[in-house]
């Protein structure tokens, strides 16, 4: 192996110094990450860049060998971004392909860029701002989703539908209400995002492999550079922890979650039997077989996809759990798991983000189905309440009338006031107040209620909440 000191041709390992036959080819590609970890190359060129001036700033590198090394750093960046760059196997991963690609470019400053620093703590960091990233961009995507169910549930305010319980008809509900509910758990899925982002924005740099390192290092500086928090108390946890990793992907496995129950309900609502909305032909797909059909293949593949999701998770735990401290190189499975969770995560949210506001409501459709099942007799029930029957009893009487609906086939609302007051003499004509779906609607008029005007204010409320 060639381990050259003076050229500016790095030896193809790295490490090579104490090894006496090269590496098995298999094994080098078998143990190599740079087919995936390069995307991360952005992440690993600022780390370096922080690194190197904080190396400068405690004299361990003159100033010739820091502006030598940015310079390096930025044509590398080039390089990368215009395609232009040779990734190499045998250099491993995103980490030692940078650094020898420097060296071949700026030669010695190049050899000192990696002083009291180790691939583990480098990789621990890019992990962090990579992901530190992306959480930013899957923030703004559930933003603009969010906008658009509150813009939707705005136009649907008094769209009247059936509200379910054990998927039958239970009480009226207006659709803007029914969408505001998956605004609110969008909202929580932020926030957690958010806490994530708190939580793991803390510098590694300066654990080195394990220990810490002899140089006299300013990790603050250096965390100041990346614009984090603040710097790991612990070196052995600094190169250690993938816990935050973990929790990111627990957040999107949540997020994935609501949207794929949201998904199952936009699949019911536009098949033939609810027949409630329509999908734009632009979000379906048709069959070869089947000239007649239109597909709501985004939700369904949003549904579909969340199982890789949860399953990136369970990789995650499962990698971490026998892990002896410190750093182990099952951590390079660590990242497939992360990235492909991110680019599912991120496609879902924006094929959401692009279809919710184009959903189209079927409103004739929605009212008739909330009239059919008695989803007014809760409402019965209040009204005899009110009128000063305990509500058990109200509870049998309605019971009563419901069983004569269904023998006649009436909705409660469709029955004469002669044959409601044979279920009780308390009933007069304001009963038909309470049995219209308006009026039951209207009457949930208190915050996180039902009302068309709650409704709004709501969306006035979810509007100032997004800001
Ligand atoms: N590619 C490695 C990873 O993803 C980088 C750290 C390797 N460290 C080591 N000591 N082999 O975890």
């Given at each position: 192996m060639?381990n ?7 030896p ?5 110094g104490?090894f ?12 190599a990450?740079?087919?995936?970890d ?5 992440q690993?060129?600022?780390g370096s860049?922080?690194?190197a001036r ?5 004299n361990?590198l003159t100033?010739?060998?820091l ?24 250099r ?5 392909n ?14 000192r860029?990696?002083?009291?620093r ?11 701002l ?9 923030i ?27 998927l ?17 758990n ?10 994530c ?17 002899t ?7 250096t ?5 984090f ?10 190169v ?13 496995a949540i ?12 699949v019911?609502?536009s098949?033939?039997?609810?027949n409630f909305i ?15 059909k239109k597909?709501p ?6 549904r ?5 999701v949860?399953g ?9 759990k ?8 099952d951590n390079?499975?660590?990242?497939e ?20 506001p184009?959903i189209e409501?079927?409103?004739e ?5 909330a009239?059919?099942g008695?989803?007014t007799?809760t ?19 309605v019971?009563?009338?419901?069983a ?6 009436k909705?409660?609302?469709?029955m004469s ?6 279920f ?9 107040d ?22 709004l204010?709501a969306?006035?409320d ?6």
């Amino acid at each position: 192996m060639s381990n050259s000191s003076d050229s500016n041709t790095p030896p193809e390992k790295l490490w090579g110094g104490r090894f006496t036959e090269p590496t098995d080819a298999f094994v080098e590609a078998f143990t190599a990450s740079v087919q995936f970890d390069q995307r991360m190359y952005r992440q690993d060129i600022e780390g370096s860049r922080a690194h190197a001036r904080m190396l400068k700033k405690i004299n361990v590198l003159t100033d010739e060998d820091l502006q030598a090394l940015l310079k390096g750093l930025d044509q590398i960046e080039q390089e990368i971004t215009d395609g232009k760059f040779e990734w190499s196997i045998a250099r491993e991963d995103v980490h030692m392909n940078i650094e020898a690609r420097l060296t071949e470019i700026v030669g010695d400053a190049g050899k000192r860029l990696h002083t009291g620093r180790s691939r583990n703590d480098q990789v621990a960091t890019d992990i962090r701002l990579y992901l530190r990233d992306q959480i930013a961009f899957a923030i703004a995507e559930i933003r603009r989703l969010q906008t658009g169910l509150l813009d939707l549930a705005e136009r649907e305010a008094n769209t009247i539908m059936p509200g379910f319980t054990h998927l039958q008809v239970a009480q009226p509900v207006t659709f803007g209400h029914h969408l505001l509910a998956w605004f609110e758990n969008m909202h929580r899925d932020a926030s957690r995002l958010q806490d994530c982002a708190r939580r793991l924005n803390v510098l590694p740099l300066g654990a080195a492999a394990l220990a810490g390192t002899t140089y006299p290092i300013d990790r603050h500086f250096t965390a100041e550079q990346l614009k984090f928090d603040d710097v790991c108390r612990n070196s052995l946890d600094a190169v250690s922890d993938r816990d935050f990793a973990i929790e990111f992907c627990a957040d999107a496995a949540i997020l994935m979650t609501h949207l794929s129950r949201f998904s199952e309900e936009l699949v019911l609502w536009s098949s033939a039997q609810f027949n409630f909305i329509n999908l734009p032909d632009r979000f379906c797909t048709g069959s070869s077989i089947m000239p007649q059909k239109k597909n709501p293949d985004v939700p369904e593949l949003v549904r579909g996809k969340t199982g890789r999701v949860n399953g990136h998770l369970i990789s995650l735990l499962t990698l971490m759990k026998s892990q002896p401290l410190a750093y182990n190189k099952d951590n390079q499975e660590d990242k497939e798991p992360i990235f492909d969770t991110i680019d599912t995560l991120l496609g879902s949210l924006r094929a959401f983000a692009d279809m919710i506001p184009a959903i189209e409501s079927k409103k004739e459709n929605m009212y008739k189905a909330a009239k059919q099942g008695f989803s007014t007799a809760t409402d019965l029930a209040d009204y005899l309440v009110v009128k000063g029957l305990p509500f058990r009893d109200a509870h049998e009487v309605v019971g009563k009338a419901v069983a004569f609906g269904v023998d006649s086939n009436k909705d409660l609302s469709e029955m004469s006031l002669e044959e409601l007051q044979k279920f009780s003499d308390i009933i007069h004509k304001d009963v038909f107040d309470v049995l219209t779906l308006e009026g039951s609607v209207a009457a949930r008029n208190h915050i996180g209620g039902t009302a068309p005007e709650q409704v709004l204010k709501a969306v006035a409320d979810g509007r100032e909440r997004i800001k």
